[in-house]
């Protein structure tokens, strides 16, 4: 099993900047993906950016930019920046790990993000 906490989440003011985190724990596979999702109300789920163990990255479209995805594979972390945030912006931040050959995803438990005045 893999435990997966992010933290970070808040109240923050259009054009500001966040930094979520995502700490993995448990049996954690030795090759694998961390990712960012999100899910706004009345929306799916929907990709933000994922990085493997070797640092490569990809970004959904139109989130390149804005949104920069990091980790330290010493502590398991994964780590999202956002920067200018936007209203729509507001939703809830999931992490996810999967492993890059065979098995289950895990998930996080969320984080909430609000943008707003």
């Known amino acids: 099993q893999v435990q997966l906490v992010e933290s970070g989440g808040g109240l923050v003011q259009p054009g500001g900047s966040l930094r979520l985190s995502c700490a993995a724990s448990?049996?954690?596979?030795?090759?694998?993906?961390m990712g960012w999702y999100r899910q706004a109300p009345g929306n799916q789920r929907e990709m933000v950016a994922s990085i493997t163990n070797g640092g490569t990255t990809r970004y959904a479209d139109s989130k390149e930019g804005r949104f920069t995805i990091t980790r330290d594979n010493a502590k398991n972390t994964v780590y999202l920046t956002i920067n200018s945030l936007r209203i729509e912006d507001t939703a809830v931040y999931y992490c996810?790990?999967?492993?890059?050959?065979?098995?289950?995803?895990?998930w996080g438990q969320g984080t909430q993000v609000t943008v707003s005045s």
């Open positions: 996810r790990l999967a492993p890059m050959t065979t098995g289950r995803a895990y």
């Open positions: 448990g049996s954690i596979p030795s090759i694998n993906t």
